[in-house]
């Protein structure tokens, strides 16, 4: 199994920045690829941002592009998120996710095996 933890989440001014990490413990040698999602009330569950665990390669959400990295560091088996230049439409509980194959695809829920609690973010106008 393994285990997801976020931290980093809160509240902040449009334009601002915050960064999102997400610790993972357990049997982290299985894990094939990390993504942060999102759900904004009302609103399903999306993918915001993914990273390949071996080579890094990373995909991004169209709405996130150009303010959001996500970033590894694989020694302290951390994930994590740099979010700039953020809107009030970026407010929602951020969750990291882990999967051993992405077998719908990165953007789908059901490609991951676990979750985190997750973390809020609030961005006022």
């Known amino acids: 199994q393994v285990q997801l933890v976020e931290s980093g989440g809160g509240s902040v001014q449009a334009g601002g920045s915050l960064r999102l990490s997400c610790a993972a413990s357990g049997d982290t040698a299985s894990t094939f690829y990390m993504a942060w999602f999102r759900q904004a009330p009302g609103k399903e569950r999306e993918g915001v941002a993914g990273?390949?665990?071996?080579?890094?390669?990373?995909n991004y959400a169209d709405s996130v592009k150009g303010r959001f990295t996500i970033s590894q560091d694989k020694a302290k088996n951390t994930l994590g998120l740099q979010m700039n230049s953020l809107k009030p439409e970026d407010t929602a509980m951020y969750y990291c996710a882990e999967a051993d194959w992405l077998r719908y695809g990165w953007t789908s829920q059901r490609s991951y095996r676990y979750w985190g609690q997750g973390t809020q973010v609030t961005v006022s106008s």
């Open positions: 990273i390949y665990s071996l080579g890094g390669s990373t």
